[in-house]
């Protein structure tokens, strides 16, 4: 991209139409988010373009930073592509707001640039922790769902997977971030879970098994089939009550969590179970739980599932447990947004449409 950062978004502010012409992208009317509409939830999202060897990848860090970058992007050209990493993602702002990744502006004008940019195919976080919240209200959601393209983290990532999702319409990709699991890489098949994903060689039809030394197991068994939502518990229960909250009407629900103590998983189970957002799911998917003060075990911990007997039996929809994803080692990337059979004698879910084209 010849443009420079500064003319670019200077064309934003004023003369965007020229500029987007200029880049080859359709003048947009830009809403922001004050503006944004949530798109039909009880279908698929739409897919994304897929990503091909030697396309370049946007490295972004919309919450907190790293000293890493370089590394990240090491293996991203270790594995054929090519880097554009995106100012904030070098920037640590001082203390006290040393947990963020940049200024919120910064972060955001990075985040557009990356979906605008013809050059960039797909944008990767750089990793998690704080700061992805401040942004949901400052992007500008007709844009990026203007220019759809492949969004991959996790964690305080939750946060954008359900914004990009409902008010862009686009699948997002709950999967590994550069530094927290790809640098150095977790076990298999981590990485190549996610870029067969990103690359449509796993395509609709293609199951997701658990793997074998962490197999998932039935808490209700059964099959059910609906769009694939979720992610963080504690940050999908944070966007609660605003307009960026989950749409779990029909769906497969994800959830995961770090390391957590079992009064507020209890908690946070209870004040998703208020909000409404368990009463028309079609199907369970709960990750690998460790319960503060367990040893944590390949077998799902019996601390979380007597919780989870209580919290779901009741809905007498398929459960399934101990899935690994999120923040647990290995890390198998969802496609949200795709609607997948959820399958407890399988222990594995079934893609029932594509997440790339």
């Known amino acids: 991209m010849n443009t420079s ?38 279908g698929p999202h739409r897919p994304v373009p897929a990503l091909k060897a030697g396309d370049k ?41 040393d947990y963020l990744a940049g200024t919120d502006s910064a972060r955001v004008d990075d985040i557009h640039y990356a979906f605008l940019s013809n050059e960039i195919k797909a944008v990767w976080c750089l990793r998690g922790g ?57 076990l298999p098949p981590t990485a190549s879970l996610i870029l067969d994903l990103l690359s449509g060689r796993l395509s609709s039809g293609a199951w997701i098994p658990s793997p074998p030394m962490y197999p998932a197991a039935t808490l209700v068994d059964g099959t059910a089939q609906g769009r694939l939502v979720g992610g963080n518990l504690s940050l999908l229960c944070s966007t609660l009550g605003t307009p960026y909250e989950m749409d779990s009407t029909d769906a497969i629900l994800f959830i995961e969590d770090t390391e957590i103590a079992l009064p507020r998983l209890d908690r946070l ?7 409404g957002k368990l009463r028309s799911i079609r199907g369970l998917l709960l990750g690998r739980f460790v319960i503060a003060g367990e040893t944590p075990a390949a077998t799902p911990s019996s601390m979380a ?34 609607t997948v059979l959820l399958d407890t004698a399988q222990g594995a879910i079934r893609l029932l449409s594509e997440a790339v084209v």
């Open 5 to 42: 950062r500064r003319e670019f978004f200077g064309a934003a502010s004023g003369g965007a139409a020229l500029m987007l012409a200029s880049l080859g992208l359709p003048a947009l009317a830009r809403e922001g988010a004050r503006g944004v509409q949530a798109h039909a939830a009880q």
């Open 57 to 97: 990848v946007a490295i972004v860090a919309p919450s907190s930073p790293s000293s890493d970058v370089e590394k990240a992007a090491e293996w991203l050209r270790a594995h054929g592509f090519s880097v554009e990493i995106m100012p904030s993602a070098m920037e640590k702002l001082a203390p006290p707001f």
């Open 130 to 186: 704080f700061g992805a919240t401040r942004l949901l209200d400052k992007l500008d959601y007709a844009l990026i769902g203007a220019n759809p393209k492949p969004f991959i983290g996790y964690s305080d990532i939750t946060a954008l997977h359900i914004a990009l999702q409902q008010h862009a319409g686009m699948v997002t990709f709950h999967g590994p971030m550069l530094v927290s699991d790809l640098v150095p890489e977790k």
């Open 269 to 275: 189970l209870t004040q998703l179970r208020l909000a």
């Open 305 to 338: 599932n007597a919780l989870f007997n209580e919290f779901f039996l009741p809905l007498k929809i398929p459960v399934m447990v101990n899935w690994s994803s999120g923040h647990v080692d290995p890390n198998l990337a969802l496609p949200l947004g795709a």
